[in-house]
C-alpha cells in the first residue's frame, strides 16, 4: 500500500435518504469497534465529507468512545445551512454550524476544505477554481485560527490543472474518493456506503481488487450526477 488507508464516509444517521451515501449509527458504532482494535500501524484514518451536522451529532460521540478523532471536508457555504445539492423528496440534510465545526476542532479532529459550494472543480473556470480553493482556505483559517492544508475534492474529481491551483493555493494534500495522482499529491479515500459489510470493510481496507472495481462502478454515477448539474445549469 502506498499511501495511508482512508475510510471516507458522508452521513450517519438512520434517517431515510435516495443515496447510498449514509451509514446508520449501529453500522458506524460497529465499524468504529472494529478499527480501534487495530494495531495503529494499519489503522484506516477516517474523513467525512460534506459536513454534515450527523458528523457531530451522531460520529464524533461514537469516535470519542474509543478515543479517536477524525478528518472533516467542509463546504464553506453551505454551514448551518441545509444542503442544497444532493437533497430530495426525503428532505435536506443540515450541514455542521461554524461553532459545531469549532469544537470538532477544539477535540483534535482536523478540519480540511471540500470548496466554498461543492462544485466539481474540473469543470470550473481558473477564476471560479481559485475562489473555491482561496476562499474556503481563508474562511477557515480565520474562524478557526489554524492552517488549513488538505481539502477533498467534491466528487473526488481533480485533473493536472485543479492540482496546479491546489498547491498555488497553499495546500499541501488532497483527498479523491476515485483515485490518488501518481505525485503523491492526491491521496485516495475509499467511500465507506451504505450497505457494506465487515467483510467490504475488510476488503477496503486491504485494497482487493474487486471491491476497488466495486467503488469505481460507483463512482461512476456521481460523474453522472455532475454531468446532469451541467446540463441543468444551462436548461
Ligand atoms: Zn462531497
Given at each position: 500500500m502506498n499511501s495511508p488507508p482512508i475510510f471516507c464516509y458522508h452521513k450517519i444517521t438512520s434517517r431515510l435518504d435516495f443515496g447510498i451515501g449514509t451509514r446508520t449509527p449501529d453500522a458506524f458504532r460497529r465499524d468504529v469497534a472494529w478499527i480501534a482494535s487495530l494495531p495503529a500501524s494499519v489503522r484506516p484514518q477516517l474523513a467525512f465529507d460534506d459536513g454534515y451536522d450527523n458528523t457531530f451529532t451522531a460520529a464524533y460521540p461514537i469516535l470519542a468512545e474509543h478515543g479517536l478523532t477524525a478528518s472533516v471536508f467542509v463546504v464553506t457555504s453551505m454551514l448551518g445551512n441545509p444542503n442544497s445539492w444532493d437533497s430530495n423528496f426525503f428532505g435536506a440534510f443540515m450541514h455542521l454550524s461554524l461553532?459545531?465545526?469549532?469544537?470538532?476542532?477544539?477535540?483534535?479532529?482536523?478540519?480540511?476544505?471540500?470548496?466554498?459550494?461543492?462544485?466539481?472543480?474540473?469543470?470550473?473556470?481558473?477564476?471560479?477554481?481559485?475562489?473555491?480553493?482561496?476562499?474556503?482556505?481563508?474562511?477557515?483559517?480565520?474562524?478557526?485560527?489554524?492552517?488549513?492544508?488538505?481539502?477533498?475534492?467534491?466528487?473526488?474529481?481533480?485533473?493536472?490543472?485543479?492540482?496546479?491551483?491546489?498547491r498555488s493555493a497553499g495546500y499541501t494534500s488532497a483527498l479523491s474518493i476515485r483515485c490518488a495522482s501518481s505525485d503523491g499529491f492526491v491521496l485516495r479515500s475509499k467511500a465507506v456506503y451504505r450497505f457494506d459489510s465487515p467483510a467490504q470493510l475488510r476488503a477496503k481496507l486491504a485494497d482487493a481488487p474487486a471491491e476497488l472495481w466495486r467503488l469505481r462502478v460507483i463512482n461512476s454515477f456521481s460523474g453522472l450526477t455532475v454531468a446532469m448539474h451541467q446540463l441543468t445549469r444551462y436548461a
Open positions: 461553532s459545531q465545526v469549532k469544537a470538532l476542532s477544539s477535540a483534535g479532529w482536523h478540519i480540511g476544505s471540500h470548496g466554498v459550494t461543492h462544485r466539481a472543480l474540473t469543470t470550473l473556470s481558473n477564476t471560479d477554481l481559485r475562489r473555491e480553493l482561496l476562499d474556503s482556505r481563508q474562511f477557515l483559517e480565520d474562524a478557526l485560527g489554524k492552517a488549513i492544508t488538505q481539502l477533498s475534492f467534491p466528487f473526488g474529481m481533480f485533473d493536472a490543472r485543479v492540482i496546479d491551483e491546489c
